[in-house]
């Protein structure tokens, strides 16, 4: 049931304004003082690299990475070969941000999905340039941007034309 197109339709918005540079999780600004580039960042939550963002892969890993696509990623030696959540760690704001808005200027509920994350009922998503894309009428998620037809990042049984 999952083996459906992706129509890539916009649901809502993303978060109105910039965020304030990433932080470590107890409020400080990482400023180049976390992790290199592909280590690990579980326990910092902050890359020292300048656009490089700390991805989970699960609850016991997370990397630095200049990009991360949710599933297996097949670069990784095959004993390594699990699911990637792709969920954004540290970057959190020491101070509230607007809510986001879901495209018609009406306020999120909460603070909108996070990245990677469904929105099929938030239709925001919380991070500045990201939307609330639809697959189907089942299912949207926050992305930074979607194009029609099959997602080769996909895992093979979620691997469908979006429309």
Same mark, same amino acid.
């Not at 280590?39 to 656009?51: K, V």
């Not at 990475?65 to 097949?74: A, F, T």
């Not at 930074?144 to 429309?163: F, I, K, L, M």
């Given at each position: 049931? !999952?083996?459906? =197109?992706?129509? /890539? %339709?916009?649901?809502? $918005?993303? +978060? @109105?304004?910039? &965020?304030? *540079?990433? #932080?470590?999780?107890?409020?400080?600004?990482?400023?180049?003082?976390?992790?290199?580039?592909?280590?690990?960042?579980?326990?910092?939550?902050?890359?020292?690299?300048?656009?490089?963002?700390?991805?989970?892969?699960?609850?016991?890993?997370?990397?630095?990475?200049?990009?991360?696509?949710?599933?297996?990623?097949?670069?990784?030696?095959?004993? !390594?070969?699990? =699911?990637?959540? /792709? %969920?954004?760690?540290? $970057?959190? +704001? @020491?101070?509230? &941000?607007? *809510?986001? #808005?879901?495209?018609?200027?009406?306020?999120?509920?909460?603070?909108?999905?996070?990245?990677?994350?469904?929105?099929?009922?938030?239709?925001?998503?919380?991070?500045?340039?990201?939307?609330?894309?639809?697959?189907?009428?089942?299912?949207?998620?926050?992305?930074?941007?979607?194009?029609?037809?099959?997602?080769?990042?996909?895992?093979?049984? !979620?691997?469908? =034309?979006?429309?």
């Amino acid at each position: 049931h !999952y083996r459906t =197109p992706w129509s /890539c %339709r916009e649901l809502g $918005g993303a +978060s @109105p304004s910039p &965020s304030p *540079p990433p #932080s470590d999780g107890a409020g400080h600004s990482c400023h180049g003082a976390g992790s290199a580039d592909w280590s690990s960042c579980t326990s910092s939550h902050c890359c020292a690299s300048p656009g490089w963002k700390c991805y989970e892969k699960n609850s016991g890993y997370a990397q630095c990475r200049d990009q991360c696509s949710p599933g297996v990623h097949d670069e990784e030696p095959a004993h !390594y070969r699990t =699911p990637w959540s /792709c %969920r954004e760690l540290g $970057g959190a +704001s @020491p101070s509230p &941000s607007p *809510p986001p #808005s879901d495209g018609a200027g009406h306020s999120c509920h909460g603070a909108g999905s996070a990245d990677w994350s469904s929105c099929t009922s938030s239709h925001c998503c919380a991070s500045p340039g990201w939307k609330c894309y639809e697959k189907n009428s089942g299912y949207a998620q926050c992305r930074d941007q979607c194009s029609p037809g099959v997602h080769d990042e996909e895992p093979a049984h !979620y691997r469908t =034309p979006w429309s």
